[in-house]
């Protein structure tokens, strides 16, 4: 024999020792005997799309998403949150022209703030941004006309 | 087997589609029966490790990630039942070894020698010869439930036919020349 003729003499002996026929899947036979296994995969039909594998992979990144999301929040609460000792510095206001910054409202927050050294820098501040003034002019007096 | 409608079918049977999934069943039920048959040794046995894995396969569907690797999936069932079925049974074949079939009054020398030497081969290499051999299973199917090319299943093939040849020369048949 050749060495094809072998081959295929080869693969005549394989088949019949492998001895296979087609096997024809009984599906009535196999949803008796399987009734309960069965019954599970119907029951997912229910289900709004709740077992699709995208949907698995869906569910795990939001819920991997909240878990995150109360992680953090509850990492904030201890850092930020009211149980923290350290002092929170105060928030100076924020003043855009000598008029707003000589507001009784404005002078007032400044001086909660920062007590009278506050005040004097606020006052300052403003009187830079109306420009040069007269030597020894004091702030007080300049509060009085601003006043009136 | 063609891999879409099969995504599609595995898809439809995740969502609860019986009759998707009982297609899924005929469609693979060969390849699954001659791979419970290398392990077993015995095609009634093979039957029932195939239906066992398909059912196992319905209750844990959803954890399938790729609906493309159904095939190999369910094969990995397949051989885990039949290994299981073999313990059962006390048939010595987990560790590759499967089990020698009755000969019958009258069979041909060279059929049992073949038989004794596909005895002989890894479980791996045993189970690609009945996916080839079982009802001529074609490279496409077998390459859906091994998970590996065309041309690996070629040379894997190859391999084991020559292990074959080899074991058959050694007990006398000398013009088994691949």
Known sequence: ?148 | MEDRSDNRLVEQAIRGDGESFTELCRRYYGPMVAIGHAILGDRHLAEDAAQEAFAKAAVHLPKLRKADQFGCWVAAICRNEARSLARTRRTPRDDGEMPVQETSAGADETGEAVKVALNQLLPEAREVVFLRFYDGLSYDQISAVLGISEQAINGRLRRAKRQLAEHLRRHGFDEVDL
């Open chain 1, 1 to 148: 024999m050749n060495e094809r003729e072998d081959e295929r003499w080869f693969d005549e002996q394989l088949e019949r020792a492998v001895n296979g026929s087609t096997p024809v899947f009984d599906a009535e036979s196999w949803r008796k005997t399987h009734a309960g296994e069965y019954e599970i995969l119907l029951a997912r039909h229910d289900r709004p799309d709740g077992c699709g594998v995208r949907s698995v992979w869906v569910r795990r990144a939001a819920g991997l998403a909240i878990a995150a999301v109360v992680v953090m929040g509850v990492a904030l609460f201890f850092v930020d949150g009211p149980g923290s000792e350290e002092p929170v510095p105060p928030t100076l206001p924020v003043v855009r022209s000598a008029t707003e910054m000589m507001t009784m409202r404005s002078l007032r927050l400044a001086y909660e703030q920062g007590g009278e050294e506050a005040l004097n820098r606020q006052l300052d501040m403003a009187l830079d941004r109306l420009g040069p003034r007269l030597n020894g002019l004091t702030t007080l007096r300049v509060v009085w006309d601003l006043d009136g």
